[in-house]
């Protein structure tokens, strides 16, 4: 493996717009960020979201 950093983009999605969907949304945002934050080598690049 080479030491160049992978580069990472997460998918979030509800399929509602209730109230408890939008907080799923802010939930997933959060799962995804910290743990592709916490994962060596990988670098975030972008959260794409879908409701």
Do not use: P
Not at 23 to 32: D, R, T
Request: aromatic share 12%.
């Amino acid at each position: 493996m080479t030491d160049r950093e992978l580069r990472v983009a997460a998918y979030c999605r509800v399929s509602t717009d209730k109230e408890d969907q939008v907080n799923s949304l802010v939930s997933q945002k959060k799962y995804f960020t910290e743990y592709i934050r916490n994962r060596q080598g990988w670098l975030l690049i972008d959260i794409y979201c879908e409701m």
